[in-house]
């Protein structure tokens, strides 16, 4: 039912800045939260940022805290990733997700649509 689609990946060198975007196709009635998540090479993936429906409340994982801002624009069920000072190990797949059943982010447990991932490379 509910597609996600990330876009805004590509090649940046360390220092740089990034803006990721994820659209859902289909609009919903429930107030979701959203969130991105990353799998680098070799390694599991891990938790970013997440944003309440409102907007109101963000979480950020240690590592990108200060550099990283996620943001929303319900009108349009999509979310961003402002990525600035890059570094080499933010290198990875960035997966967009929805959790339709709670309006603030609860865990990645509590996501129930997942992108299909746009790569982020940052050289050095």
């Known amino acids: 039912q509910v597609q996600l689609v990330e876009s805004g990946g590509g090649l940046v060198q360390a220092g740089g800045s990034l803006r990721l975007s994820c659209a859902a196709s289909v609009r919903t009635f429930s107030r979701y939260a959203m969130g991105w998540f990353r799998q680098a090479p070799g390694k599991e993936r891990e938790f970013v940022a997440a944003?309440?429906?409102?907007?109101?409340?963000?979480y950020y994982a240690d590592s990108v805290k200060g550099r990283f801002t996620i943001s929303r624009t319900n009108a349009k069920n999509t979310v961003y990733l402002q990525m600035n000072s890059l570094k080499p190990e933010d290198t990875a797949v960035y997966y967009c997700?929805?959790?339709?059943?709670?309006?603030?982010?609860?865990?990645?447990?509590?996501?129930?649509?997942w992108g299909k991932g746009t790569l982020v490379t940052v050289s050095s």
């Open positions: 944003i309440s429906w409102s907007g109101g409340n963000t």
């Open positions: 997700a929805l959790d339709q059943d709670h309006s603030d982010y609860v865990g990645a447990h509590g996501m129930d649509y």
